[in-house]
């Protein structure tokens, strides 16, 4: 059984950094994407960044050249590295997996964890 859980959100001020891991168990795809999505309250859940399992990224315009996406297989975790973060930013992330190719929608996907919240203030 797949079980992706997520760690690393908090409170931060505009500017700062946090870094979110999501640590997967169970997994045994030798094709897969793993991304990340986020939420705010009343909004649609969105894609943030993707990685595949040929270490291919891709990055929603709104966090490009401020967030990176990485993963270590020999821990079975994956990474996101959020860097000058903005009030925008504020949302419950939520890591994601699917045993195929890459989409752009949350509905593609069919493991998930639980979230992690990330609070920016200004």
């Known amino acids: 059984q797949v079980q992706l859980v997520e760690s690393g959100g908090g409170s931060v001020q505009a500017g700062g950094s946090l870094r979110l891991s999501c640590l997967a168990s169970g997994w045994d795809y030798s094709t897969y994407c793993m991304s990340w999505f986020r939420q705010a309250p009343g909004k649609e859940r969105e894609g943030v960044a993707s990685?595949?399992?040929?270490?291919?990224?891709s990055y929603a315009d709104f966090v490009v050249g401020r967030f990176t996406i990485s993963q270590d297989n020999g821990k079975n975790t994956l990474y996101l590295q959020m860097n000058s973060l903005k009030p925008e930013d504020s949302a419950m992330y939520y890591c994601?997996?699917?045993?195929?190719?890459?989409?752009?929608?949350?509905?593609?996907?069919?493991?998930w964890g639980q979230g992690t919240q990330v609070t920016v203030s200004s």
């Open positions: 994601a997996a699917v045993g195929s190719s890459c989409v752009s929608s949350p509905l593609g996907y069919n493991y």
């Open positions: 990685i595949d399992s040929d270490d291919k990224t």
